[in-house]
C-alpha cells in the first residue's frame, strides 16, 4: 500500500522527498480517541485527526444513517431555488445555535470554500449598498483560512504565500496577539489592546472607504493555538462598528463544542456578521463546511439579485445528515456542557502541571484547545535558538511513542476529541512530559 501511494498520490502540505524516505503510513481503522495503522499499531489522537473528529471515532450511528440516505437520495443540488430535507433541517439546525445571531447559512464542503465564499459575500454586501469601493479584507499574520487562492491569501503563513504570488490583490495582514512571543513587557490585557489598535491603523492607512471586512480565528489555530487576552476582542468589535466594517469569525476549529461553547465567538463575547464553518459540523465523517450569516448581511443578499456563487456540493444531502446525525450525538451526549464544566477544567488543571518542567515557557487552553510553549529559559521567557526544531523533537519523540500532536514551531498543540476521558487525559500529559524530558536531553 505504501509503494502505490508513493507513485501515484501527492499529499497536502507534504515534502514528498521526506515522504519517500519514511514510507508512507497507511491508517485503517479508529475507535474514540485512538486510531490504528495497518500493522495494528494503536495511536492515541491527541489532535482529533485536524481538529475534526470531535465525537471521536467509529461512531456507527453516522454510518447508518448516511446510508439510509445514500439509499433514498444519494445527491441533488441546491442551485436555483430546490433543496433536500438534510440541507434544509441542517440550516435551520446550525443557526439554532447562535443566539438569534445567525438567520442564515450558505453550505459548503469545506471551510477553505467557506472562507472564499464569506469573502465575496462581503464585497456583494457593501456592492449593493452602493459603496463598491469598500473591497479590501484584513486579516493577520499567522492566521490559517484555508488553501484556496483567497483563502491561502487570506491566512498570514509565509511559506505558503511564497508559492504561487500571494496574497492576492486587496488583501492586508496585521498582527497576532501573541503574547509570549511578542508582548514584551506589557501585561498580556496591555498588549491585547496594542494588537488590536493595530486594525484601526491598517483601516486608517487604507481608508475606511475601502475597507469591507476584517477575519480573524477566535483562537488562531494552525498558527499555534494562539489564546488572545481577554482584552482583544471586544477592542477589535469596538473597532469594526465604529469604522463600519464587517467582522467575519472564522469557526472552522474552535466551532461545535471546542471552546466549550457551541462557537468560538460565544466564548470571547462578540458579534461577527459572518463566521465559517466546517470541520466540527460533521465531526469529519464526511466533507461539509459553510458561511453562517447574520440577518443585517442576509437582508442585504436578498437585494442582489442573483447571487453568481455557489458549489455543486453545497448542502450535500448525505453529508447534510452525517452532520445532523453529528450534532444530534453532541447534543445526547451534552459535549458541548462536558467541555465547559469537566473535561476542559480538567485538561486545563492537568496541563498546568507541566509549567513546572524546565523547558515549559507557559500552559494555556480553552476548553479542549491548548497549547505548551517550550522555551530555553522560562524565567526571561527566552525561546530555542530554532524553535521549529525544538517543536520537531517533542512531536517526534511524542509520534515514536504512539501520540498523535502537532508543534507550530516550538509551541505543542492539543485538541482531542470531546468524548476523551479523565484517564485519556492523564496518560496525554504523562506522555507530552516525557517528550519534554526527551527535549531537555538533547541540549539544544
Ligand atoms: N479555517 C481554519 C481556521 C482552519 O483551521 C482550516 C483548516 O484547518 C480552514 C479554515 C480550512 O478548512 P479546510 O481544510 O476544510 O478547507
Not at 463598491?132 to 503563513?157: C, D, E, F, W
Not at 466594517?245 to 463575547?269: K, T
Request: glycine share 10%; proline share 4%.
Amino acid at each position: 500500500m505504501s509503494a502505490i501511494d508513493l507513485a501515484h498520490h501527492i499529499h497536502p502540505f507534504c515534502d514528498m522527498k521526506d515522504m519517500a524516505r519514511h514510507g508512507t503510513q497507511i491508517m485503517a481503522r479508529g475507535e474514540g480517541i485512538w486510531i490504528f495503522d495497518s500493522q495494528g499499531n494503536p495511536y492515541m489522537d491527541a489532535f482529533a485527526g485536524l481538529w475534526c473528529v470531535n465525537i471521536g471515532y467509529g461512531r456507527k450511528e453516522i454510518g447508518e444513517a448516511v446510508m439510509r440516505q445514500m439509499n433514498e437520495l444519494p445527491y441533488y443540488n441546491t442551485f436555483f431555488g430546490t433543496s433536500t430535507q438534510p440541507a434544509t433541517l441542517l440550516a435551520q439546525k446550525v443557526t439554532s445555535y447562535t443566539q438569534g445571531l445567525m438567520s442564515h447559512v450558505f453550505f459548503t464542503s469545506s471551510g477553505s470554500e467557506a472562507t472564499d465564499t464569506w469573502f465575496r459575500l462581503a464585497r456583494i454586501y457593501w456592492k449593493v449598498l452602493g459603496q463598491p469601493s469598500k473591497k479590501q479584507v484584513i486579516a493577520r499574520r499567522n492566521a490559517y483560512h484555508g488553501s484556496t487562492v483567497a483563502g491561502a491569501s487570506l491566512g498570514g503563513m509565509k511559506h505558503m504565500h511564497e508559492q504561487g504570488d500571494l496574497p492576492i490583490e486587496g488583501i492586508h495582514h496585521i498582527g497576532q496577539p501573541y503574547w509570549y512571543a511578542d508582548g514584551g513587557d506589557l501585561t498580556p490585557a496591555e498588549f491585547g489592546l496594542k494588537m488590536a489598535r493595530e486594525l484601526e491603523a491598517k483601516i486608517d492607512e487604507l481608508g475606511e472607504e475601502n475597507v469591507a471586512a476584517f477575519v480573524g480565528e477566535p483562537i488562531q489555530g494552525a498558527g499555534g493555538v494562539i489564546i488572545p487576552p481577554d482584552t482583544y476582542w471586544p477592542e477589535i468589535e469596538r473597532i469594526c462598528r465604529a469604522r463600519n466594517i464587517l467582522l467575519i469569525a472564522d469557526e472552522v476549529v474552535c466551532g461545535f463544542g471546542r471552546l466549550g461553547s457551541w462557537f468560538g465567538h460565544q466564548h470571547f463575547g462578540f458579534k461577527p456578521d459572518m463566521a465559517s464553518i466546517a470541520k466540527g459540523l460533521s465531526s469529519g465523517y464526511l466533507p461539509i463546511g459553510g458561511v453562517l450569516i447574520s440577518e443585517k448581511v442576509a437582508a442585504v443578499l436578498a437585494e442582489a439579485g442573483d447571487i453568481n456563487h455557489g458549489y455543486t456540493y453545497s448542502g450535500h444531502p448525505v453529508c447534510a445528515t452525517a452532520a445532523l446525525e453529528n450534532l444530534r450525538i453532541v447534543e445526547e451526549e451534552g459535549l458541548v456542557e462536558r467541555v465547559r464544566d469537566d473535561i476542559g477544567p480538567y485538561l486545563a488543571q492537568s496541563l498546568k502541571t507541566l509549567e513546572d518542567h524546565e523547558v515549559v515557557g507557559q500552559v494555556e487552553s480553552v476548553g479542549l484547545l491548548g497549547a505548551v510553549q517550550l522555551a530555553k529559559d522560562k524565567s526571561t521567557r527566552q525561546r530555542f535558538k530554532d524553535p521549529d526544531r525544538a517543536g520537531r523533537v517533542v512531536r517526534g519523540f511524542c509520534y515514536d511513542h504512539q501520540l498523535i500532536m502537532r508543534a507550530t514551531a516550538d509551541r505543542m498543540l492539543i485538541s482531542p476529541a470531546l468524548i476523551i476521558s479523565r484517564e485519556e487525559v492523564d496518560g496525554l500529559v504523562q506522555y507530552i512530559r516525557h517528550g519534554l524530558d526527551h527535549l531537555r536531553e538533547q541540549h539544544l
